[in-house]
């Protein structure tokens, strides 16, 4: 069976500055993995996705993650964070060669400060 | 392009009553999600179809819980008699399907369920 945990319940940050969500898998597959994001009373939005090939991807927002296979790491990164980027942060992995259903971690809340 | 639609945004029932959340999602899409968010936790997958097939209901408490994809369209989930520990947020996803492996899941609002 495959889990996520993300290490940090609650980050908080100042504007303009850096910020790294942590995310760690397992699985004893290959698997895909994502970030998606949560603003309040919203659904999930996809930030970005690794499915193979570069292990650095970038997504939207200037949101970008480094998948570490020995590590089994997909942390989430951004240089320079604004107040909009307040939100809920969840981490998920999917099996290739399954139903592709999404397993999420807890999720990591991202408070901006000004 | 029209997101996943899910109605109604908010409920309130008592415990031991019914509800019913509708879902209806992106045009083209053959695989459709039912999710539970409780508070403070991620989402949990209770249900995934392709089209109007059960593909994955591992999760679902199906004593009190059940959902139907009539068509293999529209999706309602059921939950009948409700308990205290489903007040949750329950969110509807959906995505291409059909074989196109590691396409995106797009997710509808959700229904925040209380029961009191």
């Known amino acids: 069976a495959q889990s996520v945990t993300q290490l940090d319940s609650q980050v908080p940050v100042f504007e303009e500055a850096p910020v790294e969500l942590r995310c760690n898998y397992s699985?004893?597959?290959?698997?895909?993995l994502f970030w998606y994001v949560q603003y309040p009373n919203q659904g999930l939005q996809l930030l970005l996705k690794?499915?193979?090939?570069?292990?650095l991807v970038k997504g939207i927002n200037g949101f970008e993650a480094e998948f570490n296979k020995s590590q089994t790491s997909f942390h989430l990164r951004k240089p320079s964070v604004h107040i909009s980027d307040t939100a809920e942060y969840f981490c998920a992995v999917s099996d290739p060669s399954g139903s592709e259903k999404l397993v999420f971690g807890k999720g990591t809340k991202l408070t901006v400060n000004p | 392009e029209a997101g996943v639609a899910q109605s109604p945004r908010y409920k309130i029932i008592e415990k031991r009553q019914s509800v019913a959340f509708w879902c209806n999602p992106i045009s083209g899409h053959a695989t459709l999600y039912w999710y539970q968010q409780i508070l403070g936790q991620g989402p949990k997958l209770l249900i995934q179809?392709?089209?109007?097939?059960?593909?994955?209901d591992s999760q679902l408490p199906k004593d009190r819980f059940s959902a139907e994809r009539l068509k293999g369209v529209d999706s309602t989930l059921k939950i009948q008699p409700a308990k205290l520990e489903d007040s949750a947020v329950y969110l509807c996803?959906?995505?291409?399907?059909?074989?196109?492996?590691?396409?995106?899941?797009?997710f509808g609002q959700g229904t925040r369920l209380t029961v009191v």
């Open positions: 699985s004893s597959v290959s698997v895909y």
């Open positions: 690794y499915l193979s090939g570069s292990t």
């Open positions: 996803a959906s995505s291409l399907g059909q074989g196109v492996r590691g396409t995106e899941a797009f």
């Open positions: 179809f392709q089209n109007n097939g059960v593909v994955d």
